[in-house]
């Protein structure tokens, strides 16, 4: 009797924890039918195009676990702080194109006078817990006091490396419109975002913004959920053109022939902005590994590359720099023109700059 009033106690505490505001809310209603709707959905959950297990086929989740928990690299994390250039993006001049990165997968567009974010993660930690997945010395520069009023914030998926309740509180005030997947508008309306801010989409539809601004919803391969239940919310990519450029705006994916037929029909790309890092080949379908991210980037037809997803977090076993590391050398090899900016640093979208190796210059 003793053991199950603690399994009863502890089922309970768990189901009141996870009510926390900051697990977000599954889609219900009107939201939820839709969702159904979808031909993207089928046995109560989202699907990719291609099967997609979560662990290789040779491999299972007790190797995993072992890895991830004994077999890590030492350097998973770097040695001193991440160096930085710090933009004033309050004060930015009202015609000047550029990114800003913010490490991981977040960042800053200022292009054909709109502003755009995209997966804001400033709270120093990707996690529901503040005491885990903190972020790298040096790497959170930025403050949602330091974020000027958005027109547009994209949203890939629901991961907690991708959308964090912290910042999504702080930003609310300063954004216009945000452009998600279908399902992930139920955590923004639990956290307070008016209904009417929150564009929600399947794969493959077309929203315009404003003259000259119109974006495309594509496919990725990947999984999300932020609880128990995954693929409830669904994962994306998203091709945006403005008047002058034409961007691919890239969610966590898995290598495969999305990416072909994205570049058939909508490439060439003036920038391609891919995943590179988190990955491990016990995970392979959920995350390329770097030599993927350019054949991706070649698939997209895409003029330049910039790889995302790394020099913030810790969340898998390899080296914290092996991403830039491996991708760099395989764009050099494919001569695919490749952007490492340092994090904070405005990069100019229009015209040419040098990849820099900058992880090699600081004893990390």
Same mark, same amino acid.
């Given at each position: 009797?003793?053991?199950?009033?603690?399994?009863?106690?502890?089922?309970?505490?768990?189901?009141?924890?996870?009510?926390?505001?900051?697990?977000?809310?599954?889609?219900?209603?009107?939201?939820?039918?839709?969702?159904?709707?979808?031909?993207?959905?089928?046995?109560?959950?989202?699907?990719?195009?291609?099967?997609?297990?979560?662990?290789?086929?040779?491999?299972?989740?007790?190797?995993?676990?072992?890895?991830?928990?004994?077999?890590?690299?030492?350097?998973?994390?770097?040695?001193?702080?991440?160096?930085?250039?710090?933009?004033?993006?309050?004060?930015?001049?009202?015609?000047?194109?550029?990114?800003?990165?913010?490490?991981?997968?977040?960042?800053?567009?200022?292009?054909?006078?709109?502003?755009?974010?995209?997966?804001?993660?400033?709270?120093?930690?990707?996690?529901?817990?503040?005491?885990?997945?903190?972020?790298?010395?040096?790497?959170?520069?930025?403050?949602?006091?330091?974020?000027?009023?958005?027109?547009?914030?994209?949203?890939?998926?629901?991961?907690?490396?991708?959308?964090?309740?912290?910042?999504?509180?702080?930003?609310?005030?300063?954004?216009?419109?945000?452009?998600?997947?279908?399902?992930?508008? !139920?955590? =923004? /309306?639990?956290?307070? @975002? &008016? +209904?009417?801010?929150?564009?929600?989409?399947?794969?493959? *539809? #077309?929203? %315009?913004?404003?003259?000259?601004?119109?974006?495309?919803?594509?496919?990725?391969?990947?999984?999300?959920?932020?609880?128990?239940?995954?693929?409830?919310?669904?994962?994306?990519?998203?091709?945006?053109?403005?008047?002058?450029?034409?961007?691919?705006?890239?969610?966590?994916?898995?290598?495969?022939?999305?990416?072909?037929?994205?570049?058939?029909?909508?490439?060439?790309?003036?920038? !391609?902005? =891919? /995943?590179?890092?988190? @990955? &491990? +080949?016990?995970?392979?379908?959920?995350?390329?590994?770097? *030599? #993927?991210? %350019?054949?991706?980037?070649?698939?997209?037809?895409?003029?330049?590359?910039?790889?995302?997803?790394?020099?913030?977090?810790?969340?898998?076993?390899?080296?914290?720099?092996?991403?830039?590391?491996?991708?760099?050398?395989?764009?050099?090899?494919?001569?695919?023109?490749?952007?490492?900016?340092?994090?904070?640093?405005?990069?100019?979208?229009?015209?040419?700059?040098?990849?820099?190796?900058?992880?090699? /210059?600081?004893?990390?």
């Amino acid at each position: 009797m003793v053991i199950l009033a603690i399994v009863v106690i502890v089922f309970m505490a768990v189901l009141v924890f996870i009510r926390l505001p900051g697990f977000g809310q599954p889609p219900s209603g009107e939201r939820l039918a839709r969702i159904k709707q979808s031909p993207n959905y089928k046995n109560g959950q989202f699907q990719n195009l291609s099967p997609t297990p979560a662990i290789a086929e040779d491999t299972n989740i007790y190797r995993v676990l072992k890895q991830f928990i004994f077999n890590k690299s030492k350097r998973t994390r770097p040695a001193g702080s991440i160096p930085s250039r710090k933009t004033d993006l309050l004060n930015l001049a009202p015609g000047e194109d550029v990114l800003v990165w913010f490490g991981h997968s977040s960042y800053f567009i200022q292009l054909d006078g709109k502003k755009i974010l995209v997966d804001p993660v400033l709270s120093g930690h990707a996690s529901p817990f503040s005491f885990t997945t903190k972020s790298f010395p040096g790497s959170d520069i930025y403050t949602a006091d330091e974020i000027p009023a958005i027109d547009y914030l994209f949203i890939t998926h629901d991961h907690y490396d991708h959308l964090d309740h912290d910042t999504m509180l702080r930003l609310m005030p300063k954004i216009g419109k945000v452009i998600t997947g279908l399902g992930t508008g !139920a955590h =923004l /309306e639990r956290w307070g @975002y &008016d +209904k009417d801010m929150i564009i929600e989409k399947d794969w493959n *539809e #077309e929203i %315009v913004l404003d003259k000259g601004f119109i974006v495309h919803t594509v496919s990725a391969r990947h999984f999300s959920g932020r609880a128990f239940k995954r693929n409830i919310s669904l994962w994306m990519s998203f091709v945006l053109q403005t008047p002058t450029m034409k961007l691919f705006i890239g969610g966590d994916s898995g290598y495969d022939r999305h990416f072909a037929d994205i570049g058939q029909q909508y490439g060439p790309f003036d920038l !391609a902005i =891919l /995943e590179n890092g988190q @990955y &491990d +080949k016990n995970w392979k379908y959920i995350h390329m590994m770097p *030599e #993927e991210v %350019v054949q991706a980037a070649e698939d997209l037809r895409a003029k330049k590359l910039l790889p995302v997803h790394w020099s913030k977090f810790s969340l898998s076993v390899h080296a914290w720099d092996e991403p830039p590391i491996r991708v760099y050398k395989e764009a050099q090899r494919k001569k695919m023109p490749i952007l490492l900016p340092l994090i904070g640093e405005a990069m100019p979208l229009k015209g040419n700059i040098t990849a820099v190796a900058w992880w090699t /210059e600081h004893n990390l």
